[in-house]
């Protein structure tokens, strides 16, 4: 094998950002605390040019390098693009929240930024150990983040449990990765793929292997049963970090479901069919009906999180191109969704308050009624009310699912759909109809409220116009 510095040119944004970080890191050492803003803008320069590089090093041709272990393609490009703008979102809103807390320091960034890395591995990986090495990445970056409040036994108690239970994940998707390794004898996909094709349910290891990494996906995307870490970490970590952790990292799971059941396990999806569909009936059950019983907001966003999380893999299931286009246009849009939510709460939160509770949306209405009106729109856009773009997201799935003569399962997800707007819709109540628990302004910055007012506009945008954004999405799949 020789080694071509031309190979290093799809691999650009990965690069930069590993670059962007470690520079950030080193800067921080010679700032002092009331210049730590500079790490802040640096880092949301840095992420408008990683989408740049992005753009110019992407095209319509598939790339494969470092030795097949590399792939940059439609799929990877709009991926990662979506991943930083995400992530521009998630630091716009994490900087009012840090800066009053003390915490505003060069660590949040950079743990930031590696995670990104991660992110941008996994949506780009073509063998199994590049999906480990993005996920790992990622997951440790993660798990320092949900603890970052030092002083928050909480976030101590979340970080422990997401660590732990992160830990049986990747052991659950390391064992399937040896089993299908020991039955291809390759880690690359393509190689695997071939060997699938040849093979398929003739060899038995290989499809326990992929029972595993079925398991391992299930935990990383939070799929019931494997779930059980996501309301207590969204609960105990810091506002900032459910912001960053709900949204962005659905993306790259989502992109790491692509590569490792399609792109390299496509010849069994008889197979993983079946077990998707099990997982995604699971999740959109208990994940709207537990969200109905919550009184912490947090908590009922992470149950709402594991319902569309079921949305996505009824898309993936589906096994067809359409199926894939409308599961990755559901990953971006929840994503979206997501962030915008959680920036609400960060508006809503000062010096020594967090919302926690339901009530504390009380009278939004009354005390700022431009945010309350985004606020409203991100909920109606999970709901999967028109005109938003969460109502296009369902669609779009929904037909999937039909087209391959799943109409049963189409059928069972507008039921529970129709159960989960419920607890969006008293979200809107509590907003508009509740008198206000408290008149104390809201305080955040400039950049917050503009995130927040973007954030949620985008739903409604992106319903009424989804067509350049779902283009792209079916472009990545032809």
């Keep these: 094998m020789t080694f071509e510095t031309s190979n290093l040119i ?51 041709s598939r790339q494969v390098v470092l030795d097949g272990s590399y792939v940059r393609d439609g799929m990877s490009d709009l991926l990662k693009v979506t991943i930083f703008i995400v992530a521009i979102f998630a630091f716009v809103y994490a900087k009012d929240f840090l800066r009053d807390r003390g915490m505003l320091s060069g660590e949040y960034y950079v743990l930031g930024l590696f995670s990104v890395l991660g992110m941008l591995i996994m949506v780009s990986a073509n063998s199994f150990l590049t999906v480990y090495l993005g996920l790992e990445l990622l997951a440790l970056c993660l798990y320092a983040l949900v603890a970052f409040d030092r002083d928050s036994r ?3 108690e979340a970080a422990m449990k997401y660590f732990v239970l992160g830990a049986i994940g990747s052991g659950m998707l390391l064992y399937g990765i040896s089993m299908i390794y020991g039955a291809t004898g390759s880690l690359e996909l393509g190689t695997v793929a071939r060997m699938v094709a040849e093979h398929g349910m ?21 799929a019931v049963p494997f779930h059980m870490w996501v309301p207590d970490v969204y609960e105990g970590a810091p506002l900032p970090v459910v912001l960053l952790l709900g949204s962005a990292p659905k993306i790259a799971a989502f992109g790491v479901a692509m590569r490792l059941l399609v792109d390299g396990l496509g010849g069994l999806q008889v197979h993983w069919q079946g077990m998707l569909i099990l997982l995604s009936v699971l999740s959109m059950a208990l994940g709207n009906l537990a969200a109905i019983a919550q009184s912490n907001i947090k908590r009922m966003l992470a149950y709402s999180t594991v319902s569309h999380v079921g949305f996505i893999f009824l898309g993936v299931l589906a096994g067809t191109p359409q199926g894939y286009a409308s599961a990755m246009f559901y990953a971006i849009v929840y994503a979206l969704m997501a962030a915008g939510a959680f920036g609400v709460l960060v508006l809503l939160s000062r010096k020594g308050f967090d919302p926690e509770r339901l009530d504390d949306l009380k009278g939004l ?20 009310v028109p005109p938003t773009v969460g109502f296009m997201a369902k669609l779009l799935v929904l037909e999937a699912v039909v087209r391959v003569d799943l109409t049963w399962l189409a059928i069972v997800a507008v039921v529970f759909s129709i159960i989960g707007a419920f607890y969006y819709l008293r979200v809107v109540k509590l907003i508009y109809f509740d008198e206000p628990e408290t008149d104390v302004p809201l305080v955040a910055g400039a950049g917050t409220r503009l995130a927040v007012s973007l954030n949620g506009l985008l739903m409604l945008a992106l319903g009424l116009f989804p067509a350049t954004l779902l283009s792209f999405c079916q472009t990545a799949f032809t």
């Design 10 to 60: 799809p691999v650009l944004p990965e690069i930069f950002i590993l670059v962007l970080a470690s520079t950030i890191l080193v800067v921080d050492l010679y700032l002092k605390e009331s210049h730590k803003g500079v790490n802040h803008a640096l880092t949301l320069i840095g992420l408008l040019i990683a989408i740049g590089i992005t753009v110019a090093v992407g095209g319509t």
């Design 154 to 156: 909480g976030g101590a």
């Design 202 to 222: 003739e060899n038995r290891v290989l499809v326990f292997g992929l029972a595993f990494l079925v398991v391992g996906i299930g935990f990383k995307f939070g």
């Design 365 to 384: 209405n009354e005390r700022d009624s431009w945010h309350a009106a985004m606020m409203a729109l991100l909920m109606f856009s999970m709901a999967g």
